[in-house]
């Protein structure tokens, strides 16, 4: 694997449209993506052929992690340049800071990408991710920190794992001495926001939104919402 400055960044054309291409199969709204490649600094490695999702922190570069695009790749995730070496933070730490109206506290950045892509323009919420389903302490901490700056601040982990979330909600409330704090069960229809259709994810964002519920259980709350009701707000 080679540094983030000799990688190509994400585009409809070129050696980088293969991972273009990828997360436009997975779902991504191409009429967003441009937006977010800028934002996230979103690049491809040609030679791996996987989607680079740079590290940053404070300004300082921490490498990436890296999703391979093919689909009977053993390894789907790689960390540059240590495995696993980027639990000392949050992803997108820096935006996570300025504070907003919900912070959404995802597994993985390609699940951050997609609930990023779910929010409209005149929703100042953020995602961010935890590089996996058990945060160290150092990750809490941030997490915690930035609990201040928002109107709610929502676990949102994979299906399997809504134990874990509730008690991680739970925990972050608890030490951050505030209620603000709850976790969205996201349901075993979709698995994780990664995998969830786009509409289906951008009403879930926009649900949590104006939500003050401790609890979301999304499979069925989305009832609501798709027969017009209003619970939750």
């Known amino acids: 694997m080679r540094d983030v400055s000799e990688l ?3 585009s409809p054309k070129g050696t980088a ?22 934002r996230f600094d979103l690049r491809f490695d040609e030679e791996e052929r996987r989607v680079v999702f740079p590290v940053r922190e404070g300004g300082r570069e921490l490498g990436y992690t890296a999703r391979s695009i093919d689909a009977r790749q053993r390894k789907r995730w790689l960390s540059y340049p240590v495995e696993g070496g980027h639990k000392t933070t949050i992803y997108d730490a820096d935006r996570v ?7 959404f506290v995802v597994e993985g950045p390609f699940d951050a990408l997609m ?7 005149d929703n100042d919420s953020v995602a961010t991710a935890f590089f996996g389903s058990l945060p160290t302490d150092q990750q809490l901490a941030m997490v915690v920190a930035a609990v201040p700056f928002y109107r709610m601040v929502y676990m949102m982990l994979d299906a399997n794992v809504w134990g874990r979330c509730r008690q991680l909600a739970r925990e972050v409330a608890r030490v951050a001495g505030v209620p603000n704090v709850g976790a969205i069960n996201i349901g075993f ?8 259709r786009i509409e289906e994810l951008q009403r879930l964002v926009a649900f949590a939104s ?4 401790p609890e979301i259980n999304w499979m069925w709350e ?11 707000a």
């Open 189 to 196: 229809e979709y698995r994780d926001p990664g995998a969830t």
């Open 17 to 38: 449209q293969p991972g273009y291409d990828y997360l436009v199969g997975r779902g991504m709204p191409a009429e967003r993506l441009g937006e977010l490649i800028v």
């Open 115 to 121: 609930v990023t892509a779910a929010i409209t323009p």
């Open 97 to 103: 800071q300025h504070g907003g109206n919900t912070l």
């Open 8 to 10: 190509s960044p994400l």
């Open 210 to 213: 104006a939500s003050w519920a």
């Open 222 to 232: 989305r009832r609501l919402v798709v027969g017009g009701g209003t619970k939750g």
